[in-house]
Structure formats: C-alpha cells, structure tokens
C-alpha cells in the first residue's frame, strides 16, 4: 500500500510544484513538529506543500481529498513512520473527519515525525479541534 501511496505522491508533487517559487517557504520557522497553514481557496498553500515536500527525502504528500486516504489516514501515517518517513504533508485536511484527532495521534506517538498540513476550511478544523497539548 505504502509503494502506490508514494507513487501518487510523487505525481501530485510533480503536478503542484509549480515553478512559481512560494517564498513563503524560505521566510517562516518551519522546524516545528505540527504546521498547520489555514487559508482561502487558491492562495497557493498546495504549490507551498509540493514546494515543500519536493525540498524533504524521506516525505510523503497525500491529498485529503482523496476518501480511501482520507478514510485511512491514521494506519498510513503508522506504516509510512514505522518504515522510516520523516516528513509528512497534508493537503486539504478539513476534507478529513476527525483531523485534529488525527494529528495529536500522530503528534503524540511519532516524536521523529514533522507534519505539515494545510486547509482551506478554517472553521471545519477549528470545529474538530481538539487540545494537541
């Protein structure tokens, strides 16, 4: 399963990375574990999370809007950190039920993991949010 999701991984980096270079990668802190990047439609945060995931080895983008991923999240980010990833970018996580769950999981277990996710739906991941402290 692992294999085929880094497959369509390499295809959406491929697809998003525009040559539009978002700049905003280079001037934020983007050490932190959790990142979340909230805002409008078309402002660039999927060309940022292909940016950003095309920089990392070790990375896995997945797209949210996808329902068997999006159905299946919380088994794939176990098997993508138990088989050595790193890096993981989330796109259009409001799409995803239960998503602040969903992070304080992954936050809570996989120490070595950094996530990057980002939604367009403001008040959807506010409404599913839970304490990730």
């Known amino acids: 399963m692992l294999d085929q999701l880094f497959l369509k991984s390499n295809d959406l980096i491929r697809l998003n990375n525009h040559k539009f270079k978002r700049y905003f990668i ?3 802190d ?4 959790l990142i979340v990047i909230l805002g409008q439609r078309g402002i660039g945060k999927t060309t940022t999370l292909a940016q950003l995931a095309s920089k990392n080895k070790d990375s896995l983008y997945l797209s949210l809007d996808d329902i ?13 950190v138990l088989n050595g990833g790193k890096h993981l970018y989330l796109d259009e996580i409001h799409k995803s039920k239960d998503i602040s769950a969903v992070l304080k999981f ?5 120490k070595e993991l950094n996530i990057v996710a980002t939604g367009s739906s ?6 599913s949010s839970h304490d990730l402290s």
């Open 26 to 28: 280079d001037s934020k």
């Open 30 to 33: 983007l050490s932190h574990r």
């Open 68 to 80: 068997e991923i999006s159905n299946d999240i919380t088994s794939i980010i176990r098997e993508f």
């Open 106 to 110: 992954a936050y809570d277990n996989f």
């Open 122 to 127: 403001a008040l959807e991941v506010l409404k």
